[in-house]
């Protein structure tokens, strides 16, 4: 009788096991899209971090051009290339794009521009925020040959992965200093 006994539980043995590895394989899987996401924020804010890094000395002094003068002379630039993960959905210069209750990605400005957002997919919002006396960035816009302020100042958001090549520079208009930034596709 022991015999058939044994031989009845095994398919519910055999079926727990299964469960029991499917329940693992879904652990492990779940973990690594977390781990993913942890990575993907890490890459960005370590790419935040060095151009905070390389702004320091730009803000600190430097040449300054006033963008309403079409003959000044070119302020204090610094020229960065960023890899950006492809889950990223936003990396944001001055704004929160998330601040609309609309769906809706918006520009306005936080804390006059001293401020960096940014979020991956899977992630919550990031931010990163800076002096405002000294770092107030503000999107860039291409007049003919010459970069201004766009409209009253934006925020620059960024949606695209991969490698860009971002240009800040050292800019005033009304005798307030910020810091324009474009990225050098823009150009095209």
């Known amino acids: ?41 890490q890459q960005v804010e370590s790419q935040c971090r060095s151009i905070e890094a390389s702004l320091s000395t730009l803000v600190g002094g430097g040449a300054v051009r006033d963008v309403d003068d079409l003959n000044a002379a070119e302020g204090a630039k610094r020229v960065q290339t960023v890899t950006l993960p492809d889950s990223l959905l936003y990396l944001s210069f001055g704004g929160d794009p998330e601040a609309s209750s609309s769906d809706v990605f918006s520009s306005e400005l936080v804390e006059d521009g001293a401020v960096i957002f940014y979020r991956v997919q899977g992630g919550s919002k990031q931010v990163i925020w800076l002096p405002k006396e000294t770092y107030k960035f503000r999107k860039g816009v291409l007049i003919g040959s010459h970069w201004a302020i766009d409209g009253d100042g934006q925020s620059l958001v960024l949606h695209s992965a991969g490698t860009l090549t971002l240009v800040f520079e050292r800019v005033q208009k009304n005798h307030k200093s910020y810091i324009l930034i474009h990225n050098t596709d823009d150009i095209d």
């Not at 058939?4 to 055999?14: E, G, T």
């Not at 469960?19 to 924020?41: G, H």
């Open 1 to 41: 009788m022991r015999s058939q006994d044994a031989v009845d539980q095994l398919p519910i043995r055999f079926l727990m096991s299964v469960m029991i590895i499917i329940a693992v394989i879904l652990l492990v899987l779940s973990a690594s899209d977390s781990f993913r996401t942890y990575l993907a924020e």
